[in-house]
């Protein structure tokens, strides 16, 4: 993301096995990330609040200032990280989606469906989400309001 030191720029990724082939193709498009892959690690099958839970848990402890998460459709993973109270997950199929959930809804996690995203796609989605920084502002009163929730 769009943020100073190097824990920020270090960007955890993990999937189910419906997200397996585009984690891995986003792993090899983007060399220029700094990646802490928390899984899956193949395509058995496995189940993604596993794995959800892993990168929340990893951006909790600072061991990653935000998280890239991959599963067949990109809905059920975006569901399981939102349980976190520390994490805002956005479900994004384009990359204006990408663009505008850093900037207005400071997102800190990005979802993506494996099966319904293509790997262009998905790596423009993953190049915008971490190029562009939130815009503070007016958005910042509603970002505080979702803590109440």
Not at 75 to 82: E, L, P, Q, V
Not at 129 to 139: D, N, P, Q
């Amino acid at each position: 993301m769009a943020d100073k030191d190097e824990t920020t720029r270090l960007v955890a990724i993990a999937c189910d096995h419906g997200g397996f082939a585009l984690k891995e193709a986003l792993k090899s498009a983007l060399s220029g990330v700094t990646w802490l892959d928390l899984g899956t690690d193949s395509a058995a099958s496995v189940d993604y609040p596993d794995f959800a839970h892993k990168l929340a848990d990893a951006i909790k402890d600072g061991k990653a200032g935000c998280g890239i998460l991959i599963c067949g459709s990109g809905i059920g993973i975006s569901i399981a990280a939102n349980r976190h109270a520390h994490i805002r997950c956005a479900l994004v199929h384009d990359v204006t989606g990408a663009r505008l959930c850093r900037q207005h809804n400071d997102a800190n996690v990005l979802a993506l469906g494996g099966r319904t995203t293509g790997d262009v796609v998905a790596k423009e989605c993953v190049e915008a989400f971490l190029s562009t920084a939130f815009e503070g502002g007016r958005h910042q009163k509603r970002i505080d309001k979702l803590g109440s929730c």
